[in-house]
């Protein structure tokens, strides 16, 4: 999984970097703003409780999660979002699945359009590539713990996997398990530095230098999107890829 946790990693950077300039604002708000359609409560809504986790993390004015909250779940002024995922291919071929919130479906597609145009790939059909990629919840934790006790601890939350790498600990979950998952870490001062919703392939193509350049520039390109709350791919990038982001 050496290439979802590259792109995982300087995606995270980037949204560190957005976060000062207040850019991620924008997808949070609309993260909250969908997820509150079914339910304002987070404790009976574990979207909204990641889509809160978010929103704390790049330090949004509690005024204005309230106001998001309102405007999902109907007690605010209420604005037509739509969720539109978009399929195509990349450079090299490779898979590229894009998650959008909208208000404006033709602007959107538009913009996706014309990124795939730009880097040299092609947009897709509804199921072109999507059959490749599995919903799944993980959660990254870092520090010095006792593997035997993490791995108990996680699994008896109703983890499927854990694994280790240079970056710490990356337990797998299914989406309906996350909230357990973080919560019993928490209940055992673990502390998970990351946990989300994500989609992974199963299978992945192994690019060279220059052929994952040009993958991640059109990754960057389409992150970079205000309509675009996600972007993943099936591409294994090599080492090198993105090491001055």
């Known amino acids: 999984m050496a290439g979802h946790s590259k792109w995982a990693n300087i995606k995270h950077r980037k949204a560190r970097q957005d976060a000062s300039r207040g850019k991620v604002w924008t997808k949070v708000i609309r993260e909250i703003t969908v997820a509150a359609k079914d339910g304002p409560e987070p404790s009976d809504n574990p979207r909204l409780r990641l889509a809160l986790d978010k929103a704390n993390a790049a330090n949004m004015p509690k005024d204005t999660i309230k106001r998001a909250i309102q405007k999902g779940s109907g007690t605010g002024e209420m604005g037509a979002i ?9 450079p090299n071929g490779v898979a590229i ?6 208000d404006n479906r033709n602007r959107t597609v538009a913009d996706i359009r014309h990124a795939f145009s730009k880097f040299g790939g092609n947009l897709g059909t509804d199921g072109s590539v999507g059959y490749l990629f599995n919903k799944i919840g993980v959660v990254n934790v870092s520090g010095t ?13 109703g983890a499927e996997d854990m694994t280790l790498d240079e970056d710490g600990y990356e337990v797998i979950t299914s989406p309906a398990n996350l909230s357990s998952v973080t919560e019993a870490l928490s209940a055992n001062n673990i502390e998970a530095i990351q946990a989300e919703v994500t989609m992974r392939a199963d ?43």
Do not use: P, R
């Open 82 to 90: 739509e969720e539109i995922t978009f399929e195509g291919y990349g």
């Open 97 to 102: 699945l894009v998650e959008t919130m909208t």
């Open 145 to 157: 713990y006792d593997e035997d006790i993490l791995m108990e601890t996680v699994l008896d939350a």
């Open 203 to 245: 299978t992945l193509v192994n690019l060279d230098d220059e052929a994952s350049e040009k993958v991640l520039n059109i990754m960057n390109f389409m992150d970079d999107l205000d309509d675009v709350q996600e972007v993943y791919t099936n591409a294994e990038f090599s080492e090198n890829t993105g090491a001055e982001e």
